[in-house]
């Protein structure tokens, strides 16, 4: 027998064209994401700004020290950090080739002055004997030929002694400048090469700091200029300097160029290798600045957020960097005034992201 139909077969079929109403409908639209940045205005200035460069203490003269011929190493009288005076014996070659040379030399000296000795007595002879008419010409020509062959012998002999003495005193290393030890080579026991280094002095008196600048820094300053250079772990500690020489050529890594400013009566806290900060003031000249922390990178190079005021979307800039410090950028190009630059926030953005401006400078 046929069951009637139920209310459970009714709700069914409601059911039924509820989900058919629902998928005719369309989903809601996502809001895109806003973020709340603060912004700075570009403005363009004139100004003349103080550059804080880090550098450190070096010798004005730095001397490799080295043998004259090649040898073995069994002697190395100093370190790194030791001080040495000029004309120090500070190493020593295995010398004992050149002291035989030196013996047989000596040797040579020796019998060459007994054979001009027995020349000079034979001939002197010749010519008391030439007087009388004792003794033919032709003998008396031969004793004075043997006498002045026997004189040339003896200045040849004394050359090789000289020679000889020479490579033996050249066993032994000298300091050839006073200084600091700053670098060491081989060790007691290798074969060394003539001309290679032993140690390196770095010669006492006049000291330079070393700085590596980037070339918009490097031709907006003087030459003239004068730079205060003080220890970066004791400020209170510093001396005026000078440019003494630029480098003409970048560092192909880098692209900094090196500058070496002589030090005037560094304090003797400004030892070799020190770490000291240098204020140079730049020549005044048209620049946009911008705070230090709107910086960030694209490809590693600097750039900052940009915002476009028509959509209140934002884009990444490369810009190029004349000079900074810990606050402020010296901005050299890449941005225009009237420009719009995130200044806080710029680490959570993304490219064409809507923003909202919390406040401007201008």
Known sequence: MKRPASGTAKLLA?????LLAACGREPEAVAPEVRPVRTITIANSVSSNTVALTGRV???AEVNQSFRLPGQLIERRVDVGDSVRAGQEIARLDSQNEASGLQAAQAQLVAAQVQLADARN??????NLIVDNAV???????????Q???????KAVQSQLA????????????ADVSGVVTARGPEVGEVVAAGQMIVQIAQSGAADAIFDVPAPVKDSASRAATIWVALTSDPGIRAKGSVREVSPRADPVTGTFRVRVSLANAPAAMRLGSTVTGRLE???VPGIAIPAVALTQVDGKPA??????????????RIEIRSNDATMVQVQSGLNPGDVVVTAGVQVLRPGQKVSLLGSVK
Not at 136 to 146: C, M, T
Not at 166 to 173: A, C, E, K
């Open 14 to 18: 409601l059911a039924a064209l509820v």
């Open 58 to 60: 070096q010798a004005r």
């Open 122 to 127: 034979n001939f002197t002879r010749m010519r």
């Open 136 to 146: 033919s010409r032709a003998s008396y020509d031969h004793a004075q030929a043997l």
């Open 148 to 154: 002045s062959t026997a004189e040339a012998q003896v």
């Open 163 to 174: 020679l000889a003495q020479s490579r033996f005193d050249f066993t032994r290393l000298r």
């Open 282 to 284: 730049l020549d005044a």
């Open 304 to 317: 900052v957020w940009v915002v476009d005021p028509k959509t209140s979307t934002v884009a990444l800039r």
